[in-house]
Each structure stands twice: as structure tokens, then as C-alpha cells.
């Protein structure tokens, strides 16, 4: 198992669990938890009392429930996205309810599920802007920001739709769309897309695939807050304790942890290609051809957890050549990936490799704030915060404001900002241009905020909207660097 090559570190396994086994946590010691299949916790907190560790077992006994639920909602959960998103693309095909409705009676209704090259996620259709922002130029501070973000958002379609909208919107070039394996789900889990800028020759994006809205697999991803302890190839200069969820995500493996150079048999073969080791493979087989080429990562939510977590591995398999090819790193809405040790390793290899990291936060969109940050967990975030609020307008913080989200004293404060969001919504594109106008589909997701307020703010509607007409601060960062 992945937890032999780490000293430390607490792994928790629902599809091992029952419900019983699942409220032990609450009342059983760790020696006796640690006898189970599902749990493995090597710790210096486990060596706390049970009352000490309390709040720390609630959490993870809280995880372990919402991880079971997504296990037992994992087909449930797809068939209804899967209604939900034939709907709303009969509906966009067919030019609304009433032209569906005229279409239906001439016999003539559009099917888009047949040409899959025009068929959108339901996060596409929150925002059906496939094109850069034409004002924006190549070299401004926001191009590289909105050029991600677009390629974020992008990585939530399927491969035809998305390799026709990077050659016919964008006009760009499209390298590929993949799909990767999940050593610990026995399941594809992991999807991201490369392209080359037709503006910029010698810039290549990756994205990664954020948190789909009806996924069950990657909910459960989002919610294991399983982590290990790293160290360096040496074993021994620790490097930081990381997010289990997302490191089995990125390619961590059950029985080889993260080695250096992986072998294709037994694991990584054609069928089962693990992230991290694909996509650094093909970075080095085109960068190699173009010694002037660099790449930039990005991704939405789980997406952008993958896309700063791909910089740690490399640095930890002193990827030094690669890093240096590196320009930055754009997430968008991005959770916790670590604790303070990975967060000063992690800005030392930027730093030290002269590459860029812009953390970009969207008003109360609670994702940021996740996992909690308290004496409970130690999950904490590095490097600045890009933060805008609801008016697009930016701010460089060291923290984003409430930033565990569930503050009582920002209760008000979320349910006004969420309340003139909607209202914003019809207003935006009479202030702003026609380009904003939001789809029935937007103004609905914005409802949620009216019950979460941070659900809603985590839609992809508002980072695009924040490299389009949110205050530039990429000039001034670059400028203190």
C-alpha cells in the first residue's frame, strides 16, 4: 500500500466500511480503529486522548459518512444528471421550451446526445461562452488568467465538444483529451485536456477536470480528507502532509506510492494511464521539439487541486528541467491541498524555479474555505489570494475573508450578497454588454444561493466574469516579484 512509503499519515476507506464501523470512529480508541480494513491512522494525534481528539474524530467520522452516502448515490446521481443534462441541451437545441415545443409538432426536434460535439455539461450550460474576450490581448496581465479559466471550464465537456470548440472557437491547437485511471477507485476518476495557443506558438495549456455536479466519484474524492506525510526521494527532508482525495487523483498508487520513473506493467498500461505520469510524459515530448515552448496549468475546483498538486510531484521527483518550463499556475476556486510544511515547500519550488501561482477566489464561493482550517485539521492554503467580490473587484489578501465560510458573523453579509448576485444577474448585460447575459439555467443555479450561497458563487460563470472585467492585478503582483 501507498502508506508504506510514508511515515505518517491517516487513510480512511468507505468502500471497506459499514454504518457500524463508520460510527466506531466516534466511540472506539484508535488501537482498536487501527485494526480495521478502512482505517489507518499513524499519527502523532492519534496518540491524543479521545477527548482531545474529538472534534478531529467528528471530522472524519463526518467524512466517512458523506463519503458512504456518495458510494450508495454514485448511480442515482448520474442518471439524474444525465436527465438533467438532456433537458437543458433539448432546450438550448431547440431554441428554448417554445421552439422545442414548435420543433416537437413539425416533427423536427434537434437530439443533441447525436452529435456529441454539441452536447454540454450542465456546467456548460451554466455559461455557454465558448470565445476569448476579443478586447483582452496576448501579453495583457488578463489573457493568460482568461485563456485558463475558458480552458477550465472546457475540461467539464466530453472529447468531441471539446476538441471542436478548441479548434473552431478558440482556434487553437488541439493535442488531446484524457482520461485517467484511479488506483484506489479501480476507475476512471481524472479527465484534463492539452492545447497550444495559436496566439502564443510557445504556450501550452493543461487543464484539469474540476468537481462534476452529478459525479458521485469525484464528490467522494472532494470529501475524503484522507492525507500523507511526504518526503523527498532521499526519505529525508518531509516535504508536507497532502490531501489523500486528490493525490489518488493525480496518479498516487496502492502499492508504489509515487515513484520517479513508473514502469507500464502491472498498473500504468494503455488502458490505465495514471495523470500525473501521462501528462508530464507529454509535456517533456513537446517541449523537447521546442526549446522555447513553456506551459501553464489550470483548473476549476477539484481541477485546481490537481493543477497545483502536479507542481509538488514534479518537484518531488526533482523534475528541475520541466519546472523551469514551467510559466504558472491559474486555479480557480480551489481547496485546501495541504499544511503549512507543504505550503513553504510548495512557494520555495515556485520561487526557485521563477514560475508564477495566481489563486484566484470568487466572492463567498465556499469551496476556498474547504477542508476546515482549525486545530482540528491542518489544511491551510499558500501563496496570495486574487480575491473579488461581487462587484469584480479585486484585492491581494493573504487569506480570502470568512475564510472557513461557516462564521456566524458572515451569515447576513451571504445571503445579501447572494440576494443582489441574482439581482445582478438580469442587470449585467444592459451594464456591461450582451455577452453577460445569463442563461435561465445561471439565474436558477443562482436561486441555490438564496439556501448555500457559497454553492452557487462556485459556478465557473464568475471567474470568467472576474478576468474579464475584474481589477487587473497581475501587473502589480508581477512588479513586487
Known amino acids: 500500500m501507498a502508506e508504506e512509503f510514508c511515515e505518517s499519515y491517516l487513510v480512511v476507506d468507505a468502500k471497506e466500511a459499514s454504518l457500524y464501523d463508520i460510527a466506531c470512529i466516534l466511540i472506539c480508541s484508535t488501537s482498536f ?15 491524543r486522548s479521545m477527548e482531545e481528539n474529538m472534534c478531529r474524530r467528528f471530522i472524519i467520522f463526518a467524512s466517512m459518512l458523506a463519503q458512504k452516502v456518495f458510494i450508495w448515490a454514485d448511480k442515482p446521481m448520474a442518471v439524474i444528471g444525465s436527465l438533467i443534462e438532456i433537458w437543458l441541451n433539448l432546450l438550448s437545441s431547440n431554441g428554448g421550451f417554445f421552439g422545442l415545443l414548435i420543433n416537437h409538432i413539425q416533427g423536427m426536434v434537434v437530439r443533441p446526445e447525436e452529435t456529441p460535439e454539441k452536447f454540454m455539461s450542465i456546467v456548460g450550460e451554466l455559461d455557454q461562452r465558448l470565445n476569448l474576450d476579443a478586447s483582452i490581448r496576448k501579453g495583457e496581465g488578463r489573457y493568460n488568467p482568461s485563456l485558463s479559466i475558458m480552458a477550465a471550464k472546457l475540461c467539464y465537456e466530453n472529447e468531441d465538444f471539446v476538441k471542436a470548440a478548441i479548434q473552431d472557437q478558440l482556434k487553437m491547437e488541439f493535442i ?29 495549456v493543461v487543464a484539469f477536470r474540476g468537481t462534476s455536479p452529478f459525479n458521485a466519484k469525484d464528490w467522494t474524492t472532494d470529501v475524503d480528507i484522507s492525507w500523507y506525510e511526504l518526503k523527498d526521494l532521499n526519505n529525508s527532508k518531509p516535504i508536507g502532509r497532502i490531501h489523500g482525495g486528490f493525490m489518488k487523483a493525480l496518479g498516487l498508487q496502492k502499492n508504489k506510492g509515487w515513484p520517479k520513473d513508473l514502469e507500464p506493467p502491472p498498473n500504468a498500461t494503455d488502458e490505465h494511464p495514471f495523470a500525473y505520469y501521462t501528462i508530464r510524459d507529454k509535456l517533456k515530448e513537446i517541449l523537447e521539439k521546442n526549446t522555447n515552448a513553456k506551459f501553464i496549468l489550470t483548473g476549476h475546483s477539484l481541477g485546481a487541486a490537481l493543477a497545483i498538486l502536479f507542481v509538488g510531484v514534479l518537484g518531488l521527483h526533482e523534475e528541475t528541467w520541466l519546472l523551469k518550463r514551467l510559466e504558472g499556475v491559474y486555479t480557480f476556486g480551489q481547496p485546501r491541498v495541504g499544511d503549512v510544511s507543504f ?38 492554503h499558500f501563496g496570495p ?6 462587484f469584480y473587484n479585486g484585492k491581494i489578501m493573504n487569506e480570502e475573508p470568512n475564510k472557513n465560510y461557516f462564521s456566524i458573523v458572515w451569515v447576513i453579509p451571504k445571503y445579501i450578497n447572494a440576494f443582489w ?10 451594464w456591461k454588454g450582451k455577452e453577460y447575459k445569463e442563461s435561465h439555467t445561471e439565474l436558477l443555479f443562482r436561486m441555490v444561493g438564496l439556501i448555500i450561497p457559497g454553492i452557487a458563487a462556485h ?10 472585467l475584474g481589477t487587473e492585478l497581475l501587473p502589480s503582483i508581477t512588479n513586487n516579484e
Open 33 to 47: 480503529l487501527n485494526t480495521k480494513s478502512f482505517y489507518k491512522d499513524q499519527s502523532e494525534d492519534a496518540k
Open 176 to 204: 488531446g483529451f484524457y482520461k485517467f485511471w484511479n488506483d484506489y477507485q479501480d476507475q476512471f476518476t481524472t479527465y484534463a485536456t492539452m492545447f497550444q495557443d495559436a496566439l502564443d506558438p510557445n504556450l501550452i
Open 343 to 380: 505550503g513553504r515547500y510548495m512557494m520555495k519550488l515556485i520561487e526557485d524555479h521563477d514560475a508564477k501561482y495566481f489563486r484566484y477566489v470568487y466572492g463567498n464561493d465556499i469551496v476556498p474555505r474547504l477542508p476546515y482550517d482549525d486545530r482540528s485539521l491542518f489544511f491551510k
Open 385 to 390: 489570494s486574487l480575491f473579488f467580490n461581487s
Open 421 to 430: 448576485e441574482i439581482i445582478r444577474g438580469f442587470i449585467l448585460p444592459y
Open 459 to 468: 459556478g465557473p460563470k464568475d471567474y470568467v466574469d472576474v478576468t474579464r
